[in-house]
Nanobody
Framework: QVQLVESGGGLVQAGGSLRLSCAAS????????MGWFRQAPGKEREFVAS????????YYRDSVKGRFTISRDIVKNTVYLQINSLKPEDTAVYYC????????????WGPGTQVTVSS
């Protein structure tokens, strides 16, 4: 069984930074990509960023470009999300996701980590 476990969330003032981590554990699985989604209170879950596991190509939603950076450590089986210049509207539960090879969707999800930005 593959498990994704996020860490690094917390309460931070606007303008601050956080680094989210997501470690994949359990059965070895071949992944095409990993990424992050978020869900703010009363809003739908939305894509934030993703990274191709092989090659490292990155993709971001427009509203986070220039502030968020996704990266991966293949040896540690971990994906990171560096979040800078945090805004109150970044407040959300952040979910780590993985797309296994052969899947057309993100089919592995972590339980989420809360990020709260105070103004």
């Amino acid at each position: 069984q593959v498990q994704l476990v996020e860490s690094g969330g917390g309460l931070v003032q606007a303008g601050g930074s956080l680094r989210l981590s997501c470690a994949a554990s359990g059965r070895t699985f071949s992944r095409y990509a990993m990424g992050w989604f978020r869900q703010a209170p009363g809003k739908e879950r939305e894509f934030v960023a993703s990274i191709r596991w092989s090659g490292g190509n990155t993709y971001y939603r427009d509203s986070v470009k220039g502030r968020f950076t996704i990266s991966r450590d293949i040896v540690k089986n971990t994906v990171y999300l560096q979040i800078n210049s945090l805004k109150p509207e970044d407040t959300a539960v952040y979910y780590c996701v993985a797309q296994t090879v052969g899947s057309n969707e993100y089919d592995r999800w972590g339980p989420g980590t809360q990020v709260t930005v105070s103004s």
